[in-house]
């Protein structure tokens, strides 16, 4: 545990993923947009910006909402490039564009620096538990290198290829998580509506064939129609635009995607898109005429 962690993002996602790396006993040395929220972390070192961050860190991750904070964060004025030194790895666990990272990998390599591009699946309650999805590109001797810090954060940890492949795999994920939350919203307002209580909608759902995580993660968002943000449906539309984007470049037809990415556009359009993503249960209601439950 000689490496000092350098840590960038202190969101909804970032700032318990330092509190597990911080309680876990690893020395944190932590930078916010916003300083307040840095310095409400007990037990981190606070750093006046990126460039101090690296300057004072052998590993220095990053969270941050999309390409282009993590773009200013790593190449930008007082950026993480201008103060890392040879040997120093850089881990990124924002969900941003593979070509972006493709780039700045190869930037940080000019630096004698290494990156992985490593985002995670599991919400905010995945990073307060440290239960994430964590899909790692890059280097097997680098991932073997961060690989116990994966393992605070996370309890599924893959090395799925070399760099940016981590980036191209929480696309699919999230093609596959918000077309689930799109189908189980259909699912309740047609039970619902055809008189059956949304609650044992799910639970028989939930033991057969059917049954998913986002029916047990976003259940009682879902049932209490609350929709305070684990994850924000204005990230999820720029997680699918990531994903069409990749399905053009690869040649990949993506058309459900299409849909529910419009979806989240109406959201977005219509002043949620800061709700949780399992926000898109209204739409269905307000297009069927039914709240579920009612």
Same mark, same amino acid.
């Given at each position: 545990m000689?490496?000092?962690?350098?840590?960038?993002?202190?969101?909804?996602? @970032?700032?318990p993923?330092?509190?597990?790396?911080?309680? !876990?006993?690893?020395?944190?040395v932590?930078?916010n947009?916003t300083?307040?929220?840095a310095e409400?972390?007990?037990?981190a070192m606070?750093?006046?910006?990126?460039?101090?961050? !690296?300057?004072r860190?052998?590993?220095?991750?990053t969270?941050?909402?999309d390409?282009? +904070?993590?773009?200013e964060?790593?190449?930008?004025e007082?950026?993480?490039?201008? /103060?890392?030194?040879? /040997?120093?790895?850089?881990?990124?666990?924002?969900?941003?564009?593979?070509v972006?990272?493709?780039?700045?990998?190869e +930037?940080?390599?000019e630096?004698?620096?290494?990156?992985?591009?490593?985002?995670?699946s @599991?919400?905010d309650?995945?990073?307060?538990?440290?239960?994430?999805?964590?899909m790692?590109? /890059?280097?097997?001797?680098?991932? *073997?290198?961060?690989l116990?810090?994966?393992?605070?954060m996370?309890?599924?940890v893959?090395?799925?290829?070399?760099? *940016?492949? &981590?980036?191209?795999?929480?696309?699919a994920?999230?093609?596959v998580?918000?077309?689930?939350?799109? !189908?189980?919203?259909?699912?309740?307002?047609?039970?619902s509506?055809? /008189?059956?209580a949304?609650?044992?909608i799910?639970?028989?759902?939930?033991g057969?064939?059917a049954?998913?995580?986002?029916?047990e993660?976003?259940?009682?968002?879902?049932?209490?129609h609350s929709?305070?943000?684990?994850?924000?449906?204005?990230?999820?539309?720029?997680?699918?635009?990531?994903a069409?984007?990749?399905g053009?470049?690869?040649g990949?037809?993506?058309?459900?995607?299409?849909?529910?990415? +419009?979806?989240? +556009?109406d959201l977005i359009t219509?002043?949620?898109g800061?709700?949780?993503?399992s926000?898109l249960?209204?739409?269905?209601?307000?297009?069927? &005429?039914?709240?579920?439950?009612?």
């Amino acid at each position: 545990m000689a490496d000092t962690v350098g840590f960038i993002g202190l969101g909804i996602m @970032g700032k318990p993923m330092a509190e597990n790396l911080i309680e !876990a006993g690893y020395d944190l040395v932590v930078h916010n947009r916003t300083r307040e929220k840095a310095e409400e972390l007990e037990g981190a070192m606070v750093a006046g910006s990126p460039k101090e961050v !690296a300057e004072r860190s052998d590993i220095i991750i990053t969270m941050l909402p999309d390409s282009p +904070q993590v773009d200013e964060v790593l190449a930008g004025e007082d950026g993480v490039f201008e /103060g890392v030194e040879e /040997g120093n790895l850089i881990v990124d666990m924002s969900t941003i564009s593979p070509v972006v990272t493709e780039e700045l990998s190869e +930037q940080a390599r000019e630096r004698g620096a290494s990156m992985l591009d490593a985002p995670v699946s @599991g919400g905010d309650v995945g990073a307060i538990n440290g239960t994430l999805s964590i899909m790692v590109g /890059g280097s097997e001797e680098d991932f *073997g290198r961060a690989l116990p810090l994966f393992e605070v954060m996370g309890d599924t940890v893959i090395h799925v290829g070399p760099v *940016g492949t &981590g980036q191209v795999v929480k696309a699919a994920n999230q093609i596959v998580v918000a077309l689930t939350i799109e !189908a189980v919203s259909e699912a309740l307002v047609l039970g619902s509506r055809g /008189g059956v209580a949304p609650e044992k909608i799910l639970d028989v759902l939930g033991g057969g064939l059917a049954g998913n995580k986002v029916m047990e993660v976003k259940r009682e968002k879902l049932l209490d129609h609350s929709f305070d943000p684990g994850f924000k449906v204005e990230l999820h539309h720029k997680d699918l635009g990531i994903a069409l984007a990749a399905g053009r470049e690869y040649g990949v037809t993506l058309p459900v995607t299409a849909v529910v990415d +419009q979806m989240l +556009q109406d959201l977005i359009t219509n002043g949620r898109g800061d709700r949780d993503h399992s926000a898109l249960l209204t739409l269905v209601e307000e297009s069927s &005429g039914h709240e579920i439950g009612s």
